[in-house]
Every structure is written in structure tokens, then in C-alpha cells.
């Protein structure tokens, strides 16, 4: 089920909400038990063919974790590592079975029919994976109370707003707030804020993203006749469409919980205006950052052992991150090149970053340079596809000198503006909004919005339009008018970017 649909938005939604609060002031556990119910419809409207492999995936986490307690509290260690192991053994290659499965086989050169991918796998793996591995830390309540409410570790899992493309859920943030009161009693300020937040993240992807999209696609369509300015505008465009596609499916997400009372943990912050590539990754996705650094990053090493190991330990940490997204050379080469500018940024700062200060200007210029060509290989059907596009982008593709392509760089740009006006405004106008608008956090500064603090730093050199919300008569009629403006676009099928990951 697509948040931006009508059934969603007119039926499953406001019966969910309702029933939720109904629930509550009768019975907490029956108000849980429907929401995860819920949850699970929400899934299974997608394809209830894969419903038996998420409830699968969950009973087997959910005992393999009392077991790994059970253990612990025996003393018995080594068996409650044994049993983590191959908890999360089982995760994983279930994962690779669904994900990874026909590539693999096609590198061994063997035909393999790929199995279908599960919607949200990656999602609902990754949760369940640091599950196991915090129960095994003793990180997890050793007391049972998380553990002897299988509803709440079942709503933790399958929770619908996260459930199908994030954030990654920790249980350390999510199930407590299960176990409070406050939840499930109905607040006129939260449903106003949530709804708020909600038509922002509709509006971002149903007049934004989606608009922007028509640009990316014919850039990246097979045999798509290309020029040197093209292929910039093309680029630009899903790395725009990417932004306001991604940022607004976190928005959505934080509405909705924010209408049940329910918080969750920052995954968006302005990544676009990062003045270096640790900054972008501190605001992009940060959810996945954190897994990654937690749970692969400082397991392998860190920094504590040398430079050299700390780069090879950035470099699998970001590789593996790229294969996480998809099983192919493109989604590789995507995290190679984030690690090797990560490495690039860690080697500057421990030479030469005391004593010579990138300007904040060049830093973001290198920073968002490099992000886009990133993005190409992101996004393109196939290597050939990937390296066409950067040929041309560097002014070297077939009949394209690259002086020439230099020369007539600012009177294509006028032509462009002039005989492209409608794209040319669009890319413009997402461009600017990306650098320069407050972001969501910002406009809701009065209201705590997410559970985990985002980084202080403010935007670099970026200059800040202030915008803050609070409920008012004002503030209703453009969030209505907004909102009846979006249901414009509802008429055509739109799914999030990152639904396929």
C-alpha cells in the first residue's frame, strides 16, 4: 500500500488511527495487538505471498532472542554467541537468497531464475539483525520485559510507517515508547503535527519528486540521445528527484507516527547542503549510517587500529553499504566511490587539514560534485549506461571535444533557460529549495519531531529563510490547500525510490 493513494489516505489510515485510540482507552495490549495487525495488512496489500516470509523472519528472531537470554542469564556464553551466529547466519542468507541470489549466479556465469524480492526485506532484516546482536551485548533488558511481550517485538518489527522503505528501528528507541500511557490516549496537538508533517512529505513527493522524475527518466532511458548539457540537467534531476523522493517518504513516515504518538529517529537532515562527504553521511539516511557504523564499522575496527586499517574498514563498510541497496556492479561502484571519498577526506584532515582549511564554498562544491556523479551509477540500468553518462558529462562522449563542450558551456545554459523554461525552473526551484529552504525539523522547531539528536551543525555557509509552524487558523488553510493540490497528482501510481531496496 502507497502512502500516496486514496485507499491509504481516505480509508486505512483514519480507520487505523481511530481504532488505535478506541482500542487504547479500553485495553493497551488490544490498542498493540490491532496496530500491529494493521501493520501486517498494510504489508500484505502489497503481495500476501510475502507475508509467510516476514512472519517467518519474525518468530525465528524473536525465539533465537530468547534464547541468546536464556543462555546468558545460565552463563553459558559460548552457546548464546553460537546461537547469535546463527540467527544472524540465517538473516543474511536468507537476504542473499532473495536479493543476491541470480548475481552471484550470473558472475559464476550459471542461469538461475531470481526469486522474487520481498518488499522491505532489507528493512525488516536489518532491524532484527542489531535485535540479536544487542540482545547477545546484553544491551537488551535482560529482565524479559522486552522480550516477554511478543506483540511488542512483532509491532517493532512490522511497525507500517518504517515497514517497507525506513527508517531502521532500534528496539532500545521504539519499544519503550509501546510500554507508555501516554500513547495511546489521543492528542488534538499531535494529530494536527502529524497531519502537518504528513501533506509536507505528500506535497515534496507528489508536486516535487515525481515532476522532477520525467526529467531524470529521459536522461537515463535506454538509447537516449544525449548532449554534454543533457547529461548534466539529467544528472541533476535524479539527484534531485532522490532528495525531495527519499526526504519526503521520512517526512510521511514521522506524520503518521506523530499522529499515534509515536517518535521516530531522525533519517533526513539537509544532506544536500554538507560542505564535506562526513557531513553528507551524518544527514543522509542517517538510520543506515548508524546500523552501519554500529554494526559493521566498529566490529571490524574502526579507527583504533592505524590509518590503514581504519581506511579499509571505511572502504568495506561503505562497499558493502552500496550492495545493500541493490545486487549489481553499479551499486557497488556507488559505495566504493563514497568510500574512497570518505578515506580521501579522513587522509586530508590527518595531513594537511590543520594547516590548510578547504573555503566552505569549495568544500560543498567538492562535496555535492562528487555526490552527483555518485548518483549516476546509482541510477543507470547497467555499467555501459553509468560510464555514457559520465563520458558526456566530462565532455567526451562520440563528436564532443571537450574545449568546445567548455566554450559553449554558458550559451547552452542560456538556451537552455530560454527553450526549457519548464525544466529549467523546475531544477532551478529544487535546487534552491534543497540549499536553502528550512528543512522539517526547522519549520517544527516547537515540536520534537525525532527521537535521535541530529549533528549541530547548522548548514555551513548556506544563508537560512526561518519558518516556523504552529497550529493556527493561518497556517490550517495552507496545509488544506496544499493538501486538495496534491490529491491532483494521486491520479497516476508513484512508488518511492527506495521501496526497491
Known amino acids: 500500500m502507497l502512502f500516496n493513494s486514496y485507499v491509504f489516505l481516505f480509508a486505512f489510515l483514519p480507520f487505523v488511527v481511530s481504532v488505535f485510540f478506541l482500542l487504547g482507552r479500553w485495553s493497551v495490549e488490544w490498542a498493540t495487538g490491532w496496530l500491529a495487525f494493521a501493520s501486517i495488512a498494510f504489508y500484505s496489500w502489497w503481495d500476501v505471498r510475502f507475508t509467510p516470509i516476514l512472519f517467518g523472519s519474525i518468530l525465528f528472531n524473536f525465539f533465537v532472542a530468547k534464547g541468546i537470554g536464556r543462555c546468558l542469564g545460565r552463563g553459558r556464553t559460548r552457546a548464546a554467541r553460537g546461537l547469535a551466529g546463527l540467527g544472524i547466519g540465517a538473516d543474511l542468507l536468507a537476504l542473499g537468497y532473495f536479493k543476491y541470489a541470480s548475481f552471484f549466479a550470473s558472475i559464476a556465469g550459471t542461469a538461475l531464475t531470481a526469486a522474487a524480492l520481498p518488499i522491505g526485506i532489507s528493512f525488516f532484516t536489518f532491524t532484527q539483525i542489531a535485535f540479536l546482536a544487542d540482545t547477545l551485548a546484553g544491551k537488551v533488558e535482560t529482565d524479559g520485559t522486552d522480550q516477554a511481550r511478543p506483540v511488542h517485538y512483532l509491532l517493532f518489527v512490522t511497525y507500517f510507517p518504517h515497514l517497507i522503505a525506513g527508517p531502521i528501528l532500534h528496539h532500545a528507541e521504539m519499544m519503550p515508547q509501546f510500554r507508555r500511557p501516554v500513547v495511546y490516549r489521543p492528542s488534538a496537538e499531535a494529530l494536527c503535527v502529524g497531519m ?10 507528489l508536486l516535487v519528486a515525481d515532476h522532477i522524475a520525467v526529467y531524470a527518466d529521459m536522461a537515463f532511458a535506454p538509447g537516449a540521445m544525449l548532449t554534454v548539457p543533457g547529461a548534466w540537467r539529467g544528472v541533476l534531476a535524479y539527484t534531485l528527484q532522490i532528495y525531495f523522493d527519499f526526504s519526503a517518504y521520512c517526512d510521511m513516515a514521522i506524520g503518521v507516527s506523530r499522529m499515534l504518538n509515536i517518535t521516530l529517529p531522525a533519517n533526513f537532515e539537509s544532506p544536500y547542503r554538507a560542505c564535506s ?26 579507527n583504533r587500529y592505524g590509518s590503514v586499517r581504519r581506511h579499509t574498514n571505511l572502504m568495506a563498510t561503505m562497499v558493502l553499504g552500496g ?20 578515506c580521501a577526506h579522513h587522509a586530508w584532515r590527518a595531513s594537511l587539514g590543520q594547516r590548510v582549511r578547504l573555503p566552505p564554498f569549495l568544500g560543498w562544491v567538492l ?5 552527483m556523479v555518485a548518483w549516476v551509477f546509482f541510477r543507470a540500468p547497467d555499467l555501459p549506461g553509468a560510464l555514457h553518462v559520465l563520458r558526456l558529462m566530462a565532455g567526451l562522449g562520440e563528436g564532443v571535444e571537450l574545449r ?18 519548464d525544466q529549467a525552473l523546475w531544477l532551478l526551484a529544487g535546487l534552491g529549495g ?33 519558518l516556523l509552524w504552529s497550529p493556527n487558523f493561518a497556517w490550517a488553510v495552507v496545509v488544506v ?21
Request: proline share 3%; hydrophobic share 50%; with cysteine.
Open 277 to 302: 562527504i562526513s557531513d553528507f553521511w551524518r544527514r543522509w539516511h542517517m538510520t543506515l549510517s548508524r546500523f552501519l557504523r554500529d554494526y559493521l564499522y566498529i566490529p571490524l575496527g574502526g
Open 196 to 205: 502537518t508533517v504528513f501533506v509536507i512529505g505528500l506535497c515534496k513527493k
Open 367 to 371: 562535496t555535492f560534485g562528487g555526490v
Open 323 to 342: 550492495f545493500w541497496h541493490g545486487a549489481g556492479w553499479t551499486f557497488l561502484i556507488w559505495g566504493f566511490l563514497h568510500g574512497t571519498y570518505l
Open 434 to 466: 534543497a540549499l536553502f529552504l528550512p528543512n522539517l525539523r526547522q519549520i517544527m522547531l516547537r515540536h520534537e519531531l525525532v527521537l535521535a539528536s541530529v549533528p549541530s551543525w547548522d548548514g555551513g555557509f548556506w544563508p537560512r529563510i526561518q
Open 404 to 421: 568546445e563542450a567548455a566554450s559553449a558551456g554558458f550559451g547552452s545554459f542560456v538556451r537552455w533557460v530560454a527553450g526549457e523554461r
Open 481 to 501: 490547500g496544499v493538501f486538495i493540490i496534491s490529491l491532483a497528482r494521486l491520479n497516476q501510481v508513484s512508488h518511492f525510490l527506495y521501496f526497491q531496496f
